[in-house]
């Protein structure tokens, strides 16, 4: 497969990946796209070690291993904040005094409320943008480091 | 790190693509390394040296612009 035809293929299951994403809203089935995901992600994979032509060598490497690595040690800090906040949430960690001017017993006081399973996802995928956007602004700045886009009089 | 990439390559009338197909490597790849701004792994050095003929140290010469190790 060339190189190419690889990048048309990717897009042809990036759209199938989008209509299935419709139809399981449109349904209320997850579980399809889901699936349907990783199966597309696994497809592309499967591609990808059938290209012929060359698009990855030492400096392409060298450039997302470097890329991938700056992502990581930003990422899990900014995890680490979402997910403390998140557990003192959960557990609605006690200030002192907990509750003035209140002369009820511990028991008598109602459990905190949990984080709805909503706001979660749409947490989460605030999550996964910043991956994304982390990781594609480190890859053109080591890509330009490493003289991804310079031009020579050939 | 310093190369004669450049040089090689006229001498032996080659393209920054004839190179790189050769060697199994991306054209920017080339030019990066010529223009400096990619150090080439021993392995790549050693391909490029062996694909000239010659050897190693006549291709790429190491010269330290200052004392401090740049951690990037």
Redesign the interface.
Known sequence: MKKNTFYLFIGCIALALLALFWYSVEIHNQLLIEVAFIIGIVIIYFARRNVTD?IE????A?ITE?AAMRTFQVFWVMFCAFSIGAVMQILRVPSFPRERGTDRPPWDILPPEVMPLKMMGYIQLGLLCLMIFLYVGFRLYYAR????W?T?E? | MKNKIKVFRAMHDMTQEDLAQSIGVTRQTILAIEKGKYVPSLDLAFRIARHFNVNVEEVFTYESESRTVEID
């Open positions: 060359l060598d030492e400096r392409s060298k470097k480091k490493y003289g991804e310079e020579d050939e």
